[in-house]
């Protein structure tokens, strides 16, 4: 939710640049394209952000090596660009474990999605930590209800914290009341979870029942990521067809773009990156002809389609931008604080029952 903001406190020589806010004052994808490209011919250029007020983040890969036939080895996939100049500020690998501060955000990223562990073990273990947690959720609230009537006036107690509580009624009174305040946003953030991460496994298949998501032409292309095919036209140009081929507005700017060489297509965005809503309008194009492939907008499609739509701004908090992301971040806080409140309550009532084991 704010990891570019911390990321740009602590690394400010990465994303260093001298344009003004002026979208006009940079020099363009492809231009940005072939500073990476002149300065290391090994590299392929694969997503290009477009703003004008911080450096391009831009991301690359190893291109096939002739005398081997596999990727040249790098030991990097990010690299950073003034956008009013093309100079390269720096470059770093994003995810790898690591204290250094070039690489402590991605990492902390990285774990958060994956435990930084190899293939794809770690997003199945944390989109199945996403779905026990989706379902405690229920569990948790169904155990704060009353056992007798009235049911809401009972029910109000487990909402509140008791005053001049002992420390363990205190404990108890937060775990129970934040669970229940917090409910709603905690049940987002695990759903959303799930499908980050069994998108096709859980999410899809669950959400299909109620109402079909739409499947997207361009990322059900064949691949082969052993012979990657060269674009016929460049960055620029991809940006300008796609534009055309998808009818969009001239004062709707591009956000950024990337190219999969491994289909032989772009993928172009459109409108402002980060702004709150559903997010941006994505248009694919073919790579070599330049047909139109698929056009995906926010807010359009089936209600699978826009329920998928939400929950990357639902998870990160962009939904409804600076409000929806605080609630977010201390959301990620109380969950913490309610991890440790429910062991604390473990571990008293395991005390008690061994306690209650004891011979007299």
Same mark, same amino acid.
């Given at each position: ?11 400010p ?22 500073a ?15 703003e ?5 983040d ?12 596999v ?18 500020n ?16 991605? !990492? ?7 435990l ?12 199945l ?8 959720? !229920? ?10 009537r ?59 029942m109620?109402?079909?998501?739409s499947?997207?032409a361009?990322e ?7 012979r ?8 620029d ?51 070599i ?24 701004p ?39 029952r ?7």
């Open positions: 939710m704010f990891q570019r903001e911390i990321d740009q406190i602590i690394n020589g990465l994303w260093r640049h001298s344009a003004p806010t002026s979208a006009s004052a940079s020099i363009g994808p492809s231009a940005i394209a072939s990476i490209e002149t300065a290391d011919p090994r590299l392929r250029t694969r997503w290009i952000p477009l004008s007020h911080v450096a391009a831009v991301w690359v890969e190893p291109r096939i090596d002739p005398a081997t036939g990727p040249y080895v790098i030991d990097f996939n990010q690299v950073f660009v003034d956008p009013a100049t093309g100079a390269i720096g470059r770093r690998a994003y995810g790898p474990p690591t204290l250094n501060p070039v690489g402590l955000v991605p !990492f902390i990223d990285m774990f958060h999605r994956t930084s562990l190899p293939g794809l073990w770690g997003t199945w273990i944390m989109g930590v996403a779905l026990f947690w989706a379902f405690d959720c !229920f569990v948790g609230a169904w155990l704060t209800f009353p056992r007798g009235p049911f809401l006036s009972r029910w109000k107690t487990a909402w509140t914290i008791k005053k001049g509580a002992s420390p363990v009624r205190l404990n108890m009174d937060l775990h129970r009341a934040g669970g229940l305040w917090l409910w709603g946003v905690l049940l987002i953030i695990a759903v959303s979870g799930v499908s980050f991460n069994l998108e096709h496994q859980v999410f899809e298949p669950v959400v299909s109620v109402s079909p998501i499947e997207n361009f059900h292309l064949p691949m082969d990521f052993a990657p095919k060269a674009p016929a036209f460049g960055f140009e991809a940006v300008a067809r796609a534009r055309a081929l998808a009818d969009i507005p001239a004062d709707v700017a591009s956000s950024g773009l990337y190219y999969a060489a491994e289909i032989g297509g772009y993928g172009v965005a459109f409108g402002e990156a980060y702004r709150p809503g559903l997010g941006v309008t994505w248009v694919y194009i073919d790579a002809d330049g047909h139109l492939i698929e056009v995906t907008r926010p807010a359009h499609g089936t209600g699978g389609d826009v329920f998928a739509q939400l929950q990357l639902l998870h990160s908090g962009q939904i409804l931008g600076l409000p929806t992301r605080l609630i977010v971040f201390f959301a990620g806080l109380a969950t913490a604080g309610l991890s440790i409140t429910g062991v604390a309550i473990y571990v008293v009532k395991r005390r008690a061994t306690k209650a084991k004891r011979p007299r």
